[in-house]
């Protein structure tokens, strides 16, 4: 999208956050904030209005929180890129909320100039993964004494889709991984597709969680 405009939404129920974020946004190229939120309902009424391309979400709001906003969103609006955005840092509700749908995982204290790269990179990639999310399921899969738990099955991946994994997890663009693989980039999608159909997640984020609860990865 780099000769269009894309569409922002705000949803957090500080007006001091969200005309500070404006700020620091509205004067990046090919950005437009179009609309804000203060609440759940709210969000989910305007999303039903006027879809944008991206959605910074907050997760503590009224009426309908950041966590059952997601799940709503995403039984509707499949393709909405979701950023939260957020002052909490667990890793726990880091991994729940990328399994859940989200695009991207940022607390409150990032420097704009990464928002916008996160914004730009999750219409471009789909994804943004960050220290930030990478650590926090690293984190969780050593918190847990089975990591075979969730996955009495696991599928099997050819090894092919293994080093498109492989290569998924070290946060490289689907162009860099056509390059390292030798495939085409249209190539690259269909694998990332085929690999999320077999292990029967929705997101990337599920697939590497799947992935390295299931130890494919070693």
């Known amino acids: 999208m780099s000769s269009e405009q894309i569409r922002v939404a705000i949803a ?4 001091i956050f969200r005309d500070g974020l404006k700020m620091a946004l509205e004067n990046r190229e090919h950005l437009s904030i179009v609309w804000e939120a203060e609440d759940g309902s709210a969000l989910m009424h305007q999303l039903r209005r006027d879809l944008p ?3 910074l979400l907050d997760i503590r ?3 309908i929180d950041g966590i059952n906003a997601i799940g709503l969103i995403r039984k509707e609006f499949e393709d909405l890129r979701i950023i939260v955005l957020t002052m909490f840092d667990d890793e726990e509700l880091i991994t729940k909320m990328m399994e859940m749908g989200a695009n991207a995982y940022l607390t409150k ?9 996160a914004i730009t990179t999750c219409v471009k990639e789909e994804f943004y993964f960050n220290d930030l999310v990478n650590k926090a399921v690293l984190l969780k899969l050593q918190h847990k004494k089975n990591a075979r738990q969730f996955y009495p099955n696991p599928v099997k991946f050819s ?8 290569h998924i997890t070290e946060d490289k663009t689907t162009e860099e991984i056509s390059k390292e693989v030798f495939l085409s980039p249209r190539t690259v999608e ?3 597709q085929k690999m999320k159909e077999k292990a029967g997640v929705k997101t990337i984020a599920g ?3 799947y992935a390295l609860r299931n130890k494919l990865l070693d």
Request: proline share 6%; no cysteine.
């Open 61 to 63: 709001m009224p009426e």
């Open 53 to 55: 391309d991206v959605l």
């Open 207 to 209: 697939l590497v969680v």
């Open 190 to 192: 269909t694998i990332r």
């Open 109 to 117: 204290t990032t420097d704009p100039a990464e928002i916008y790269q």
């Open 159 to 166: 090894e092919k889709e293994l080093q498109v994994l492989k």
């Open 12 to 15: 957090d129920d500080h007006k």
